[in-house]
């Protein structure tokens, strides 16, 4: 049994751009009737009357707290000092300093706390360890009773190091 090949025409089918642009432009008329506008929220137009011109805020930026830490020859701690009042040179110095810093910052809902900045101004060759301690007796303490930290002050910055003989 022989079958016949029969050669199926290779007819281009093109389609059809008449009917495609009504339903397109139908569809769009659609969409443009079925829109609802609606009113813009929060245009109330109201007046407000003019007021005085805005002046410079009368706030005075709060100066940094500034701590002086001095160094001897071998880097070892020389003094601590907190506006220019010494706060000795032994272990309990960097309780001294908590103590003034938090006597300087008050309550916790002091309305300048987050404004306030300390300064550390160290000597050249501290060792780096007494500038850690300043930095964390400066920021805060941890209370005894709860272990919860209790912050003073967010912003810490440092003055340029001093060089030995300066």
């Known amino acids: ?8 025409s290779a007819t281009k089918i093109e389609a059809q751009m008449a009917p495609m642009i009504d339903v397109v432009f139908q569809l769009l008329i659609f969409f443009m009737l079925t829109l609802k506008i609606i009113p813009l929220e929060g245009d109330f137009n109201i007046n ?5 011109q805005a002046t410079e805020s009368p706030d ?12 001897n020859e071998d880097g070892t701690l020389a003094g601590v000092s907190m506006r220019q ?18 006597n300087l910052v008050g309550r916790r ?3 300048f706390m987050d404004d306030l900045e300390v300064e ?16 964390s007796a400066c920021t ?22 001093r060089r030995p003989g300066t």
Do not use: C, W
């Open 120 to 135: 550390i101004d160290a000597d050249y060759n501290l060792h780096y360890r007494h500038v850690i301690s300043a930095v």
């Open 48 to 52: 407000m009357p003019l007021g005085q």
């Open 60 to 71: 005075v930026p709060i100066p940094p707290i500034k701590v002086r830490l001095t160094a």
């Open 85 to 102: 009042v010494s706060l000795g040179n032994d272990n309990l110095a960097f309780d001294r300093l908590n103590a003034e810093v938090g």
């Open 1 to 8: 049994m022989k079958l016949r090949n029969s050669r199926v």
């Open 109 to 111: 809902d002091n309305p």
């Open 140 to 161: 805060g303490y941890v209370n005894p009773q709860n272990g919860q930290v209790i912050r003073y002050v967010e912003k810490v910055k440092f003055a340029p190091p």
